[in-house]
């Protein structure tokens, strides 16, 4: 293992300013938008909240670029990604290669881009101010990312993720004036950044176990409810490659809905699942050995 290529996770001597300002913009900008409430504004945030984050981030980021749990036309797996650079989680690559090194080296301090072994700020949000935040070098992203690197939509939606954030911003104001921005955008993005972070933070501290993983990843429903299905942590960290994070009838996981509709659209199919034997073996409590775990990546 390349451990400077892996070692994306160690604290860089000072402040990644440019994204310290964007963050303390966006927070600051949240904080206003509260003062600037309206029905409408909140309807629009609650559905971009879906399309950014369910759609974007848990469908298309997550489960289908980063473990390839079902596939899609490619014009799909396209729509997906443009939904994702709306959360202002970085482009698709740079998503990709860190969530595949968090796999490959979970709980390894220094190692795990985010492990809350480095600290629970470091993990919520102290990687993002001074670890990577997401930027690689271009030998990293080939590394762990080279099915996207060789696609040439991907890498130049890559480079322009903004872009669509910025267009939509100009729609609302346009449309719906600084109210409809301000929770359209700030206050939106805002709260979906904290609450995928919880997944790194919350989900590898507080909640329950159902497989014996080498990891400290938990099912947190709290943290599942507010990223539509990405909160059943130790299913996934067990079963990385399953598109379906929640398994009981009680876990909530609205991201396999809607991939579930899209197979019955005939837009998703080589679906991934966890074995409803191996479900049924960890709820007895017998033993289990975790084989996927190191093949997330």
């Known amino acids: ?18 994204t310290t300002v964007f963050m303390v913009i966006f927070h600051a900008g949240a904080v206003a938008a509260l003062f600037m409430f309206s029905w409408q504004a909140l309807a629009v ?28 036309p490619k014009a799909v797996e ?11 989680e970085g482009g698709a690559i740079n998503w990709v290669a ?7 080296h979970t ?4 190692l795990d881009p985010h492990t809350p072994r480095d600290g629970r700020w470091w993990a919520h949000m102290g990687w993002i101010l001074t670890g990577t935040a997401q930027q690689h070098d271009e030998s990293v992203l080939w590394r762990y990312a080279p099915d996207l690197m060789r696609d040439r939509v991907h890498v130049w939606l890559n480079r322009l993720y903004f872009v669509p954030l910025v267009l939509l911003g100009l729609l609302l104001l346009a449309w719906g004036g600084w109210g409809m ?6 206050l939106r993005v805002t709260v979906g950044l904290h609450a995928t972070w919880l997944v790194n933070s919350a989900t590898h501290l507080w909640g329950s176990r159902r497989f014996q993983t080498t990891d400290d990843s938990t099912n947190n429903l709290w943290v599942a409810l507010i990223t539509f299905g990405e909160g059943w942590h130790n299913n996934h960290h067990a079963h990385p490659r399953a598109a379906r994070h929640g398994v009981a009838w009680y876990e909530l996981d609205l991201n396999w809905i809607g991939i579930r509709a899209l ?3 005939g837009l998703a199919r080589d679906i991934k699942f966890i074995k409803p034997e191996t479900i049924a073996a960890a709820d007895a ?4 050995e975790p084989t996927e775990l190191r093949r997330a990546a």
């Open 1 to 18: 293992m390349d451990r400077q290529a892996a070692s994306q996770g160690y604290q860089t001597e000072g402040i990644n300013w440019v």
């Open 45 to 72: 945030s609650a559905f971009l909240w879906w399309v950014s984050g369910s759609l974007g981030i848990g469908m298309g980021y997550h489960r289908l670029l980063t473990h390839r749990g079902y596939k899609t």
């Open 78 to 88: 396209y729509f997906l990604t443009a939904c994702g650079t709306l959360a202002l």
């Open 98 to 104: 860190t969530h595949r090194i968090h796999h490959m």
């Open 107 to 110: 709980e390894e301090p220094g």
């Open 181 to 186: 921005l301000m929770w359209g955008v700030f």
């Open 263 to 265: 197979q019955l659209l």
């Open 285 to 288: 409590g017998r033993a289990y």
